[in-house]
């Protein structure tokens, strides 16, 4: 079965601190693609960032970076230096190449405290 | 930066109607997908086109068609409208099958 993960449905921290959002994987596919989507109150879906299965190093964008520990099948959020503006609901996806579909996980809603 | 379209932003409808979504991807992009989020849900896929063949279909209803133009262009079309399919309906695009997904406002669709 290929599943993800979020086992935190929501989240609090203080402005200007990190937070790791968690995000576990489960797929038969030797070959996929891990995404991270931040979905704001006003609705939209805002790609973050992406790790492919086989990239060696850890993906990062700005002050988002993807804890990618393939043995456990994790894909951790990390958000560096939080702004009022990272508060918003969170998705975990994976898209493996046996369909290329996103298969999104529950969520985290995050909340950035002044 | 150009980004996927979606038309209309919102949209209101009877129970029995029917409804067309319209998509427009980013240009360049030959793959398509369709996505339904329910309230407090996470979105579900529905169905993509790859070079204007549906190349994936997950649980799109009986119900629900959608097509590829030749302009790249979707088009999701849904009969029978049931009070369940009040959703967000996202469309997204992406250069290729396996790479990353760019994603629409979204179309939210109420039906009464």
């Known amino acids: 079965a290929q599943k993800i993960t979020q086992t935190q449905p929501g989240m609090f921290v203080q402005e200007k601190e990190a937070v790791t959002l968690d995000c576990t994987y489960d797929?038969?596919?030797?070959?996929?693609?891990l995404f991270w989507y931040k979905q704001p109150s006003s609705g939209e879906m805002i790609f973050l960032i992406y790790?492919?299965?086989?990239?060696?190093q850890n993906a990062t964008e700005g002050r988002y970076s993807l804890n990618f520990q393939k043995a456990r099948k994790s894909a951790n959020l990390v958000i560096s230096a939080s702004q009022l503006g990272d508060s918003a609901m969170y998705f975990c996806a994976m898209s493996p190449d046996s369909s290329y579909k996103l298969i999104f996980g529950s969520g985290t809603r995050l909340l950035v405290r002044p | 930066a150009a980004g996927v379209i979606q038309s209309p932003r919102h949209l209101i409808k009877e129970k029995r109607e029917t409804a067309t979504l319209k998509c427009y991807p980013i240009p360049r992009h030959d793959t398509v997908y369709w996505y339904q989020q329910g309230p407090g849900q996470d979105p579900q896929f529905l169905i993509s086109?790859?070079?204007?063949?549906?190349?994936d279909k997950g649980s799109i209803p009986d119900r629900f068609s959608a097509q590829q133009f030749s302009d790249y262009h979707s088009e999701l079309n849904m009969s029978s409208l049931e009070l369940g399919d009040s959703a967000l309906y996202f469309c997204a695009s992406s250069i290729d099958r396996n790479n990353e997904q760019f994603f629409g406002p979204g179309t939210r669709l109420t039906v009464l």
């Open positions: 086109f790859y070079e204007k063949m549906q190349s």
């Open positions: 790790q492919g299965s086989y990239d060696q």
């Open positions: 797929t038969s596919d030797p070959s996929y693609g």
